[in-house]
Each structure stands twice: as C-alpha cells, then as structure tokens.
C-alpha cells in the first residue's frame, strides 16, 4: 500500500518502520520525477534530500523546531511532508511556489533564497528562543556545502561559537555541487573528505561488524557513536576544519541511510548546544538521467520525458545568455586583458564557452558576490579587464563593492547581469527588477539595456572598450527578440526607431521594452497621435539628445521592467527638469512590490506594461482626462474629444 498519501504532516512519520520510510523515500523520488517533469523546476537537489528531509522531520517538530533551507530550492520534499503534495502547478500563479513561502504553511520560514543567510537566521531565532525562555525548542539550518562558500555562513558561525547555550542543529547537505561542482578551497577539503577511503571503511565496516553482533551490541555501538564520529572526524582531518570553531561536530554520515540519520540527529538534538552534522549526499540520487548528467546533475529542468530526462518542448530560438557567451569568446580572443568572473554560475550565466577556450582567465569565486567584485577592482588595478557575470537579483548583495571598490577606484569592470527584469517562476527573490534603481545611484557608472542580438554584441563591447569607470550590460531570461535595426543613430548613440504623424509622444523604451514601445506607437499612430520611439542603448547616464527630443514632444513616456520608483524614468525626469525642459514625463515601470511567482506575461500585464493598456493611457493624457497631461499644442490648447475625433485619419 502506498504511505505518500497518507502523510498529511511530519507526525504522521512517527508510527513508520526502517522499511517503511525506506518506502517511503522510494515513493517520494517516484512522485518528484513525474511531477517536475510536467511542471519544470529544480529536481536534482531534492532527490538529494530525500532521505535527509524525512529524516529530520521524523527527528524534529516542524514548526515548532523551524526548519530553514539554504537555499529553498532543496524545500520541495519538505513540501510534500508537511501537507502539500499538489505539484499540478508548481512555480504557476496559483500554485506552490519554487521555494519556502509563508502563505503556503507555518512550517515555511525563510523564502529569500539568496544563499548562504540560512545561518544568521538560525543565529537570530535561537538566540530569541533562549531568551524568551523557550528551551524546549530547537533551530535546524540545512545549508548546502555551496553555500559554504558565502562569506555570511562564516560571519554567522563566529558568532555562534562564541554564544554556544542554544539549541542549534547545522545540518551540512554536502553534495559536492551548487549549481555545478562546488568550487574553492573549502570544496577541495570536503572533497577529500567525501571520498576518504579510511573513511569509507571505517564507517561501513563498524556499522557492518555491530548490525551482525545483535540487538545488545547495537545499544552499545549507539552509545559510542559520538565518539565514534569524532574518530572518524580526526581520522580524516575534520577537525582542522572545525577545531577552532567550538562546535560539536558529528559526521561525515550517509546522507541516504535512514539510521545513520536518525540516530546522528537525535544525538545532535540532545546535545543542548550548536551541533554541525556533515551528512554527504548525492545530487538527483535516485534518477539515473539525473546522475548522469555531468553539467548540474538536473539542478533546474524544464519539462522533461521522465523516463529519459530529455528535454520536451524546448523549441528553438536564440537565448540572450548564449548571444553573450558568443562574445565574450570573440572579445577575449580579440583582447588577452579580458578575463572572466561568477559567483558559481559557469554555466548559467554562459561562462562555460570562456572556460573552455581560455581556461586560465575564469575565476569562479564560488557563492561570494561581495569578493567576487571587490576582487575584480584589484583585477583591474592590475591591468587586467574583469568581465563580472550575476545574475541580475544577486547583484544586490554586492551594491558596497560596486560603490566602494570599483566605483570609488574608477575601475574598468564591465558587469554583465543575466535575467535582469522580472523572470517569472522564480518568485520574489528571484526577480531582477532593482538593478537598474540601484545601480544609478553609483557615480560614473554606465548601465546598457540592448534591445536584441546585434545591440547586446555592440554595447558588451563597448562596455569592455571602457577603462575608468564601471559599466554594466543587463539583458533579461529567455529567448532573443529578432533584431530591430534603427532607422537613425544620433550623435551620443542613441537610435531613434520610428517618427510619424507629428512630435505629440516620445517613448522611450529600455532593452527589450523597446518592441513594446513600437506596438504603442502603431496604435497611437492608428489615433492619429504622432508617435516617436528611441532606444537609448546606454540607459544611465541620460544622453543629451534625449532632452531635446523631450524638448520638442508634448509627452514623454518612459517603459522599463525594473522597479519604477527610483528607475530610468526618475532619471529621465530628473534631468529634463535640471535642463528646464517642461515636458511631462510617465514613468511605467514594476510597481516596487515583492512579486509572486507567475510567467513574465501575467506580471507585465497586472504592472500595466501591455500596449493596448499604455496606448489608452497615453490617448487620455493627449487628450488631457489622464495625469500627466501632455503639453498644450501649437495652437495654445488641448482639444477636445470632439475636436481630436474629427482630426483623427
């Protein structure tokens, strides 16, 4: 008989047998595979945790005993556990959500799923935990070894160890990847660890050899496990690594041996103090497509067959992030100063061509961010011309170091920002909408936003042709738009795209919202509203040309997918007001909301970013019903409605 089914919460785990959640997590990875293989998602980390998920929560009582994924992305098995096995729609508006959500279930902690955080939330929720005087309950964090790479994971473990009296279980999910192998010296040492054979033997070996001996013995070898575990841990040179953290640490242990597991947690949750458990487990373990897929090991698919793991639907199409890894291959090629860096993304952010072809110019600096940026100033310091490559949303966490280290320095650091603008199923965290609000807060920076193929090869090169100043090229997820040749470029670059029927309407479109641009002026042009559509190219700074256009317009509109408050608008607005030109301006943008999980076309179109919504605005602004109202024609006024119908073609 099937157990899935009738698992409704953790507790519903406490009456099972060995065998049964053997069962269980054969159940689970069948359920994982067959559903994200219809919806899409990140199957690989969590045939990982299969057994490490139910484990803890046979060990813990969620939610009283938070547990907190780092990153959430390994939080689907936790799903299932705890009430919510519909995966109909997972990562689809109205349906559950890529990763922890608090609507979703109290059992859902943290949703940012920036990594390496997991940490410092444990820190802070035990700490309250012990001085509200709830002792009785216990903090888990899971963090992968990746996200051990992250600086914050040992910001928080230096304050952990020095205030020790609290109930907090660091459970390291230690499967030699993040997205790809995980990188750096931390990697090397667990590495090693992983795959000891001391280790291997010892640990098999004393299992075997106390398993045959009896129930008596198994008490016994229970009893000593601690030590045990401290043996194996100086055996195989753990304890340099833990030694002067002041943290029991109990591991390695099989992340897929449901003993191992349970008895090696349960020691951690009675030990009353900070507990690091090393559990080493396989990536997609379970599901030989999975396995075998040396690249991510299925980190995040698409739909799939689930019996071969083959791609379905894909279709074809040019992607931006493959237009980019074209050239930087040809830049680098051109340019021996040219190097590349990530924050453990090779592949994701199109590094892996660079890589191969000139392997000795990529650094990959792991989960770091903040390094990986502070880093390429001293990069460029050295005559060197660092190519950055983040994904748009986790260029956040290193604004400091754009500010501080290469702008402050005048450094020629060229960032380049992946699946900028809203990029759908991913949620909240994983949006790229602040980058364009935040970035131009920076002195001397130069943002670029091409609008296809052709434009994102011209601007990353002249992105990388600057020397004393940082510049950024930000494109967003998805497939390439054909590309839209300008019908003139003016003096400062910028390319005008359509004129006609008059100077009524100026939009300004930024990257791709340029082809949404050019549906609004075919409709206003069928109202008979002339309609004039420029690409900037270079978002940041606003070039001149664009204020005498503006100058010349009765009405500017300004279209992005980034956050509207703050956003190139503001900008926009800013300077023709500095230049004392009083064109009104309409700022369209995202709302500055943290935005649930829904396809990139839903967002837009609840943000107002369609262009039959944008030409009605703009008809009523014309026509002077609608804020802000354009500026009075030649004649001295606005015409009626009347007068506007009888003018129209």
């Not at 100086?234 to 390695?252: H, M, Q």
């Not at 602040?434 to 936003?449: E, S, T």
């Amino acid at each position: 008989m099937a157990l899935l089914p009738g698992i409704h919460g953790p507790r519903d785990l406490d009456a099972l047998t060995p065998d049964e959640l053997r069962q269980l997590a054969t159940e689970v990875r069948s359920f994982l595979v067959e559903n994200v293989a219809r919806t899409g998602g990140h199957l690989g980390p969590n045939l990982g945790v299969v057994e490490l998920t139910i484990a803890l929560h046979k060990v813990f009582d969620s939610p009283s005993d938070p547990i907190i994924f780092d990153t959430g992305h390994q939080s689907y098995v936790h799903k299932m556990l705890t009430g919510r096995q519909d995966f109909s729609d997972l990562r689809s508006r109205g349906g559950l959500a890529g990763y922890p959500q608090r609507s979703e279930s109290e059992h859902d902690v943290v949703e940012s799923s920036h990594a390496s955080s997991s940490l410092s939330w444990a820190d802070g929720v035990s700490r309250a935990f012990s001085r509200t005087g709830r002792r009785d309950r216990h903090v888990v964090a899971v963090v992968g070894d990746g996200a051990l790479t992250g600086g914050m994971t040992w910001e928080a473990l230096n304050n952990i160890s020095d205030d020790n009296d609290r109930n907090l279980v660091i459970v390291v999910n230690d499967n030699g990847r993040s997205y790809a192998p995980t990188i750096g010296g931390m990697a090397r040492y667990l590495n090693r660890v992983r795959t000891n054979d001391a280790y291997r033997t010892l640990h098999r070996g004393s299992d075997t050899l106390f398993r045959r001996l009896g129930p008596a013995a198994r008490a016994v070898y229970r009893g000593v496990r601690g030590g045990t575990h401290g043996f194996l841990s100086r055996f195989t040179n753990n304890e340099a690594l833990y030694s002067n953290l002041d943290i029991k640490y109990l591991g390695p242990i099989d992340g897929h041996d449901f003993e191992s597991l349970i008895e090696t947690l349960e020691l951690a949750k009675s030990y009353g103090a900070p507990v690091i458990v090393h559990a080493i487990t396989d990536k997609g373990s379970g599901y030989a497509p999975a396995m075998s897929d040396e690249a991510d090991q299925f980190h995040a698919v698409g739909k799939i067959d689930p019996i071969t793991g083959e791609a379905l639907g894909a279709g074809g199409g040019l992607q931006w992030t493959d237009v980019f890894a074209e050239e930087l291959v040809t830049v680098g090629a051109e340019r021996d100063d040219v190097i590349a860096m990530t924050a453990a993304m090779l592949r994701p952010t199109g590094l892996q061509q660079f890589a191969e072809r000139f392997p000795e110019r990529v650094y990959d600096v792991g989960i770091a961010e903040q390094h990986a940026v502070a880093s390429a100033a001293g990069l460029a310091f050295g005559g060197l011309h660092p190519v950055v490559a983040i994904y748009a949303t986790f260029m956040n966490r290193a604004f400091d170091q754009v500010m501080m280290d290469v702008a402050l320095h005048k450094a020629g650091v060229t960032f380049v920002l992946d699946r900028a603008g809203v990029t759908g199923p991913d949620g909240p965290s994983h949006h790229g909408i602040w980058d364009l609000a935040m970035l131009q807060l920076v002195p001397g920076i130069r943002i670029a936003a091409p609008r296809d193929a052709a434009r994102l090869r011209e601007e990353f090169r002249e992105a990388t042709a600057v020397e004393d100043a940082p510049t950024v090229v930000r494109y967003p997820k998805g497939k390439v738009p054909a590309d839209l040749e300008a019908i003139e470029r003016l003096s400062d670059g910028v390319d005008v795209l359509a004129r006609g029927g008059g100077e009524d309407v100026l939009l300004i479109g930024i990257g791709p919202m340029v082809h949404l641009a050019m549906d609004v002026a075919e409709r206003l042009r069928a109202q008979g509203i002339g309609a004039t559509v420029i690409d900037p190219r270079w978002a940041i700074p606003v070039q001149p040309s664009i204020v005498d256009l503006a100058r010349e317009h009765r009405l500017v509109i300004t279209i992005e997918d980034g956050i509207r408050v703050g956003g190139v608008g503001t900008r926009v607005r800013q300077v023709l007001r500095e230049a004392g030109v009083d064109t009104a301006v309409d700022e369209l943008g995202i709302p500055d909301e943290f935005i649930d999980h829904a396809t990139r076309e839903q967002i837009l179109e609840d943000a107002g970013l369609t262009a039959s919504k944008i030409a009605h605005d703009v008809v009523a602004q014309v026509l002077g019903t609608r804020i802000p109202v354009a500026r009075q024609t030649p004649t001295g006024s606005i015409p009626t409605i009347e007068e506007w119908e009888k003018s129209r073609p």
